[in-house]
């Protein structure tokens, strides 16, 4: 086969790039590992900054945000007896939007779908080739377990932390930066309506809390955990009330409403950068060049704002053989992709108890000036609701 771009993984990152080009004009061939009912129920990412709705929006998959998406103008920071609530829109005129992933992937595959877009599901052994060359391709088996070669002018590495792309960059021509901390997240999926308007962060002697929502009858919550947990430890009612006591169940009436949980894992903790997010005419996009913490919600939206970037880039390489955005795209991705790094680092730091007692009183010093001080909220705020893209 040959195509424009080829793409590697059909996360949001591949399927957003796929529908940026096809408006472009750019054809391309999404290739991915997992079978698409796989890759539709991954409960993962669940917000929105406002410049991923704007982009949506504007290239005409907001529709599904607009219809059961949920506004949000800020969040709550709390310690043990006081809840701050920080409005994001009154600080930096900018909010978010709760959006579960997977409701963006259905979008995403209609999307798709609707346009004729040709995406191999269910695939193995892909691999890259050729990528210092303006002609390379990607060979995989497909579903019936047919060999497969796609040429291409580009090929685009979408395929999350563990994929093929990341590890084809040449390693004497790379760097990485790495973080990994001391705890996890044990994270669930509630039938049961959510306790709170916006999503409340709370700082605990036990650990960190979240209580997050999918929708107006879906709760999502997390908690601490050490490292290398094991979630049949973690009964439903233990897990309940572990959250009861972090979040403040009783305290100024308010109530934490337990339901019945219906997805249970672990998510282990990691900053991650591979830089240059470019070889050749291999570009890397999304969790393929990094990973964030989930604690300042970036993972996602680091996502859209890569391929973003990437789609023009990809177009003028392409139609005009223009050389120069694509030549400027790891650089101006990495900006954006520190600051997010540094967001997500300094939430997880600031929220997650380490064992130093130390630590924890500039914990809540740190919780202190950014729930009182308006340049210090303000900070907050720009990060969390995101800087526009291209920042
Ligand atoms: C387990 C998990 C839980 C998360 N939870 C949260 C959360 O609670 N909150 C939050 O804000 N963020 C969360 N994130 C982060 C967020 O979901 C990601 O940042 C986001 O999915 C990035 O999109 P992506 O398209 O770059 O990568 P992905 O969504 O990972 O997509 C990559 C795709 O590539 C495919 N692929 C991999 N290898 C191959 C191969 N060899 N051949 C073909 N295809 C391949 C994969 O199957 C996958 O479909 C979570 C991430 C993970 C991994």
Known sequence: MRTDVA???????????????????????????RTKEYVAARIRAGILESSSVDLLRS???????????????????QWPSERHHLDFVDLVGRSVWVYGQTQLQADLVAAGEAAGQQAYYGTSD??????????????????????????????????????????????????????????????????????TDELIYAWHPDGFALHSMRSATVSRLYLQVPNGTDVADWSDERIWGALATRLGHGQNGWQLNPGPI???SVLPMRSFV????????LFLAGDAAHTVPPTGAKGLN??????????????????????????????????????????????????????????????????????????????????????PIGF
């Open 7 to 33: 793409i590697i993984g059909a996360g949001p990152a591949g399927l957003l790039l796929a529908h940026l080009l096809a408006q472009d004009g750019v054809e391309s061939i999404v290739i991915e590992a």
């Open 302 to 387: 680091l996502a859209i704002a890569d391929v973003a970037l990437l789609a023009p880039a990809l177009g003028a390489l392409v139609h005009k053989n223009d050389t120069a955005a694509a030549d400027a795209y790891s650089s101006t991705a990495l900006r954006r992709v520190w600051r997010c790094e540094h967001f997500s680092w300094w939430m997880t730091s600031m929220l997650h108890l380490s064992g130093d007692p130390f630590d924890a009183q500039l914990q809540l010093s740190q919780l202190r000036w950014v729930t009182s001080s308006t340049a210090g909220a303000a900070g907050l705020a720009e990060n969390y609701a995101g800087l």
């Open 262 to 264: 219906t997805e249970k």
């Open 59 to 77: 290239v005409g998959v907001g529709a599904g945000v607009d219809a059961g998406g949920e506004e949000h103008r800020g969040i709550y920071l």
């Open 274 to 281: 591979q830089s240059p997010m470019r070889h050749g005419r």
């Open 126 to 195: 892909a691999a890259l080739h050729d990528l210092e060359t303006d002609r390379p391709y990607v060979t995989f088996t497909d579903s019936d377990g047919a060999a497969q070669r796609v040429d291409a002018a580009a090929i685009a590495g979408c395929d999350g932390a563990f994929g093929p792309s990341r590890a084809a960059m040449p390693a004497d021509q790379q760097e990485s930066w790495e973080r990994v901390y001391p705890f996890s997240w044990l994270g669930i999926l509630a039938d049961v309506a959510p306790s």
